[in-house]
């Protein structure tokens, strides 16, 4: 079969990668893609948010299955232009998507679904944003309403920090219709962990659990970013807790969207702080992770193009995926003022990679005069595979060290608590 797939980061360089190896497809096209998807897609001119000149490509070109990898198609509602063409396509509609599209509307679904979250007010103006913050203690938690690419999440340490922050998001506008409106969260401690799983609105099958890793710099420092590595096992995270999560959450939203009318199909993917008090939910997205997805796919055993054609079908039957018994990471390579405005046009140089089980998904890559150059922040994600996540690791980093450029830089300190979990965990077991 023909499969299209939406996006230009290295999630959908990793999707496009899984999906060649599926003895049912044909030919993977890719709109609009990187210079680094061109290897394993076919690209296509037109941008990912363009829904119906895309939905006019699929259908000329008869295209058998459509994956959206990015959000804003999503929210804008692409999977109901398909529909209404009878196109086959994975991913939820708009009135589900506003899982991700809105804060306010998913901390509202929850609360009405008894769902574990943090305790929030919803503002929609300044005064009512800096009322919320003179109530309660500190650190908060600030979240813009609308998407942000994973940067429209603060967390302040006083009220005075607080205030210039709100100030300048409703006084500036610097995220647009997105920051009209603002959550002032609870803030939760704990590990944060992502967990992802596949429906067809009604049957639901978990993917394995990844550890992200949001901040920019070592330690969990900095500001928040769309990513900037990741593992998969997340080892932070038990069989017992990862069936919890799917009892009091997972399937909990599946159901309540059905409820409200919103039946959900593709790709849940809940952002999770495991707290004191048991799991509670961060955040919604409505698509596969970006780093996660890059971690998880090299692990999926099972055929990714089957999957998602049966779930656009609306029929995902009795799955049950199945984990290659190793640990794979990733370790983003980004430009050096990212996550904030950043340099591009930057030359960039990837030297030969000759181990088997390191792969470099381009997130940010595009030719200009027969050069590649950087476009975006996130410019390569350097991922690989391995018997121990110790190894996995130490890959990954060697892949990493691969790419160069001005300014090149990334955390030198993905994976390091969980390494230090597992030989706490081997040297307080018996024998």
């Known amino acids: ?97 506003e899982l991700e599209g809105s804060k306010a509307f998913s901390k509202d679904f929850m609360r009405r679904y008894g769902i574990p979250t943090a305790e929030a007010s919803i503002c929609s103006s300044l005064p009512e944003a800096e009322t919320a913050l003179r109530k309660g203690s500190f650190p908060r938690v600030i979240k813009v309403d609308g998407l942000a690419s994973g940067k429209g999440v603060f967390i302040v340490q006083s009220l005075d920090e607080a205030l210039e922050l709100v100030r300048d998001i409703y006084l500036t506008r610097k995220f647009g219709n997105a920051g009209d409106r603002l959550l002032v969260e609870e803030f939760l401690e704990g590990e944060e962990v992502s967990f992802m799983a596949l429906t067809d609105g009604e049957r639901v099958v978990p993917f394995a659990p990844a550890k992200d890793y949001k901040k920019a710099y070592d330690d969990d420092q900095g500001p928040n970013t769309g990513g900037m590595g990741a593992h998969s096992p997340a080892v932070v995270l038990s069989t017992e807790v990862a069936a919890e999560i799917m009892r009091t959450i997972v399937i909990p939203t599946v159901q309540g969207m059905e409820k409200e009318g919103r039946i959900y199909t593709g790709c849940l993917f809940v952002g999770l702080m495991l707290t004191a008090d048991g799991p509670k939910v961060l955040e919604y997205n409505c698509r596969f992770g970006d780093p996660e997805t890059q971690v998880q796919l090299l692990r999926l055993e ?124 081997a040297d307080s077991s018996p024998g």
């Open 1 to 97: 079969m023909r499969v299209l797939v939406i996006g230009n980061g290295g999630r959908e360089h990793a999707l496009c990668w899984k999906l060649r190896q599926s003895p049912l497809v044909r030919e993977v096209f890719v709109a609009p893609g990187n210079a680094g998807i061109a290897e394993v897609a076919d690209r296509v001119p037109i941008g990912a948010s363009d829904i119906v000149e895309l939905a006019d490509f699929a259908r000329n070109l008869k295209i058998d299955l459509t994956i959206v990898g990015s959000e804003l198609p999503l929210t804008i509602g692409i999977v109901d232009e398909f529909h209404k063409r009878g196109l086959p396509i994975f991913g939820p509609t708009r009135l589900a998507a």
């Open 302 to 425: 099972d055929d990714l193009a089957d999957l998602c054609l049966r779930i656009a079908r609306g029929n995902l039957g009795e799955a049950r995926l199945t984990w290659k018994k190793e640990a794979a990471a990733c370790v983003v390579v980004a430009a050096a003022e990212y996550p904030g405005e950043v340099r591009r046009g930057l030359e960039i140089t990837i030297d030969p990679v000759e181990d088997p089980s390191t792969f470099l998904f381009h997130s940010g890559t595009e030719m200009q005069d027969g050069k590649m150059v950087n476009v975006a922040g996130r410019v390569v994600s350097a991922c690989a595979h391995a018997p121990s996540l110790s190894e996995a690791l130490a890959r990954a980093y060697a892949g990493a060290a691969k790419v160069r450029f001005d300014g090149v830089r990334f955390r030198t300190d993905i994976g390091r608590r969980a390494l230090e979990q597992l030989r706490h965990k």
